[in-house]
T-cell receptor, first 113, second 114 residues
């Protein structure tokens, strides 16, 4: 019940395409869902996060869609660029449980020029 | 504002030894969480410290321990190292307040056990 399942494992798109990464969770007590971007040799960097009271959130070219009834959320990257090539992780946590983030397995994205 | 600082960046240790990793959180943040990242298991939560007290613990053996000091800096210790402990160890800093939940990661310490 603590798992977060992420798909696909890897993704290749052309520049300008819209890669979509999906995550599903089981624990309905989760109420905070962040996405992290990680480049080789670096720590994960917080991209965008959403709470279950909204269905969509946009920050720049990054959009999270959230479906509470299906217990699923996804990341869309608009007008993707080669510089977006990285590994993306979804995560979930209970605010009342503070620091403990449960991560998906990650998606390696390659954006071809 | 300085980010999360982890030291050292790289470590090579021999099986059976012990190791201590350090994490300095963002100024004003009182919560430090530690994660282990491996290709096979991904990012796994080790433990969280808040105001010098362990607040959460993941499913790791007792060889993994930590502590937090009054200035919020945290250390993680792994005793009796095993080859499988080779990983990137990451710490995350957050305010620790329930509704302010953003967590920011350091660059990690790459531990290699030989």
């Amino acid at each position: 019940q603590q798992q977060v399942k992420q798909s696909p494992q890897s993704l290749i798109v052309q520049k300008g395409g819209i890669p979509i990464i999906n995550c599903a969770y089981e624990n309905t007590a989760f109420d905070y869902f962040p996405w992290y971007q990680q480049f080789p040799g670096k720590g994960p960097a917080l991209l965008i996060a959403i709470r279950p009271d909204v269905s969509e959130k946009k920050e720049g070219r990054f959009t999270i869609s959230f479906n509470k009834s299906a217990k699923q959320f996804s990341l869309h990257i608009m007008d993707s660029q080669p510089g977006d090539s990285a590994t993306y992780f979804c995560a979930a946590k209970r605010s009342s449980n503070t620091g403990k983030l449960i991560f998906g397995q990650g998606t390696t994205l390659q954006v071809k020029p | 504002k300085a980010g999360v600082t982890q030291t050292p960046r790289y470590l090579i240790k021999t099986r059976g030894q012990q190791v201590t990793l350090s994490c300095s959180p963002i100024s004003g943040h009182r919560s430090v969480s530690w994660y282990q990242q491996t290709p096979g298991q991904g990012l796994q939560f080790l433990f969280e410290y808040f105001s010098e007290t362990q607040r959460n613990k993941g499913n790791f053996p007792g060889r993994f321990s930590g502590r937090q000091f009054s200035n919020s800096r945290s250390e993680m210790n792994v005793s009796t190292l095993e080859l499988g402990d080779s990983a990137l160890y990451l710490c995350a800093s957050s305010s620790g307040q329930q509704m302010n939940t953003e967590a920011f990661f350091g660059q990690g310490t790459r531990l290699t056990v030989v």
